[in-house]
């Protein structure tokens, strides 16, 4: 009788020690879980982020300068001048080659 009442009492204190191994496991999971849901908002914001800076990059290539001029030629200084500055720039095409000074 005594054995069984030790067996008893040891199956106890093991059920009472897998449970609150079970509790802290659990306890465990849930902090992962939220940890891992703050890593996934921080995920998104971060594509936002990407997004916002693909799109400013596409702006400042478009705002780049299309023709730069040769140094000290005041007509092609002119011509840059107004091609870079040109409103419609997705609708202008440069046809011509600078040979020299004031020839193209």
Do not use: T
Not at 58 to 74: E, H, N
């Amino acid at each position: 009788m005594q054995l069984l009442i030790r067996q008893r009492e040891d199956l106890q204190g093991q059920l009472k020690n897998a449970s609150e191994h079970i509790h802290l496991v659990e306890d465990r999971l849930q902090e992962v879980s939220h940890r891992a849901l703050e890593l996934l908002r921080q995920l998104k914001d971060c594509e936002h982020e990407i997004d916002a800076l693909k799109a400013y990059i596409i702006d400042l290539k478009s705002r780049i300068a299309v023709y730069i001029p040769v140094q000290g030629d005041c007509i092609d200084k002119k011509l840059a001048e107004y091609i870079n500055n040109y409103p419609e720039r997705a609708k202008l095409k440069i046809m011509f080659l600078r040979e020299s000074e004031g020839i193209y």
